[in-house]
């Protein structure tokens, strides 16, 4: 597993924001909370969740946000390539889940 620790950029590819989109169309305010959650959590904590490697593919690790729009829950499962370039994370993929979902890593 490569070193995470102190990783200081994030990088979401504009596909990921598109699906984002597309999960949440019209939903200003719970996007932001997605995006916000993400780059905090993957700049400052990255450590936590780069053992949680994709078993499709070792380059990628899972990073999962359950998220309430104020009706219903979102279980969010960003791929993130931690292995692309040194000091940078690239979310890659999200995947989305209605309901609260528990994965077991």
Known sequence: ??????????????????????????????????LTRLYDRLENHADRYGNRRDPEDPDLFDYVLCLFDGANWHTLRFSVDDRQATGLLFVVAVGHRPGKVHFHF
């Open 1 to 34: 597993m490569p070193e995470v620790v102190g990783v200081s950029h994030v990088k979401v590819m504009p596909e990921v924001s598109q699906r984002l989109g597309e999960i949440l169309p019209d939903a200003r305010e719970p996007l932001l909370a997605i």
